[in-house]
């Protein structure tokens, strides 16, 4: 069982003694006591007299106000919940989550069970995601819902992993560059109808920071007179770690 009320469990007394006994009795203050029965419906009232009060022989007590202490009872219950990680901030957007670990996921708490009838899960206090640079790991304090309440335990590690974001930039105008598999063909006097391409890359953002129009050398690769005349492939090699979407016009 458990007292869920009221919350301040205090009364007033009025005594009267010698100046020597009233001394003792007021440092520390004289307790209250008072004595449940086995059987406890949802409310107890306390009739309270001076036998309640533990008070020398030679000090009398005049007046106790309340004279009477209603309480609340409530059963004590235990449960299982969840336990729940809140996010604030904006990561970094050159990372993103890969995975979020809570150890435990899980909390048992106990309590009255009308603090605890609306509890599915237990909160933390917020994970700052402006403050995630790489994998890491955290420990976060538990926030217990209710007064009278109990957790197992106070504080749930967070483990971290991240993996690099993903995105792609298109770059408009690129110079298109001829090259020749014989070298002979070089003394050939080529026109090429399409001057520049537009070209689509997917990477990392931190690579595609890295990459610029300058970077990126778009070619034809003329094997003969004959292919020549014809519709060529547009090349291009990539140094970095990305990826190729598109190239327009694609021939």
Do not use: C
Request: hydrophobic share 40%; net charge neutral.
């Amino acid at each position: 069982k458990a007292l869920i009320w009221p919350s301040s469990k205090q009364v007033e007394i009025t005594i009267q003694g010698s100046a020597f006994f009233m001394s003792n009795v007021t440092l520390p203050p004289p307790v209250v006591r008072v004595t449940l029965p086995d059987q406890l419906g949802d409310k107890y009232v306390a009739r309270l007299s001076a036998d309640s009060v533990s008070l020398p022989a030679t000090v009398k007590l005049l007046e106790i106000k309340p004279s009477q202490l209603e309480f609340g009872i409530d059963n004590i219950i235990e449960r299982t919940v969840k336990i729940v990680v809140p996010q604030i901030g904006q990561i970094n957007d050159e990372i993103k989550l890969k995975s979020l670990e809570l150890i435990p996921s899980e909390v048992k708490i106990e309590g009255p069970s009308r603090e605890l009838v609306s509890v599915s899960q237990i909160e933390s206090i917020p994970l700052n995601l402006s403050l995630i640079q790489n994998a890491t790991e955290y420990e976060l304090e538990l926030r217990n819902p209710g007064i009278l309440s109990e957790l197992e335990a106070r504080r749930v590690k967070v483990k971290i992993d991240v993996e690099d974001a993903v995105g792609d930039v298109t770059f408009h105008n690129i110079p298109l560059d001829l090259r020749f598999q014989d070298p002979k063909l070089q003394n050939s006097v080529f026109e090429n109808n399409t001057k520049s391409v537009s070209i689509r890359i997917q990477a990392s953002k931190k690579i595609l920071k890295q990459i610029s129009k300058e970077t990126l050398k778009p070619y034809l690769l003329i094997e003969s007179l004959a292919t020549a005349k014809q519709e060529i492939e547009v090349k291009l090699d990539l140094d970095f770690a990305s990826k190729l979407i598109q190239i327009s016009p694609a021939k």
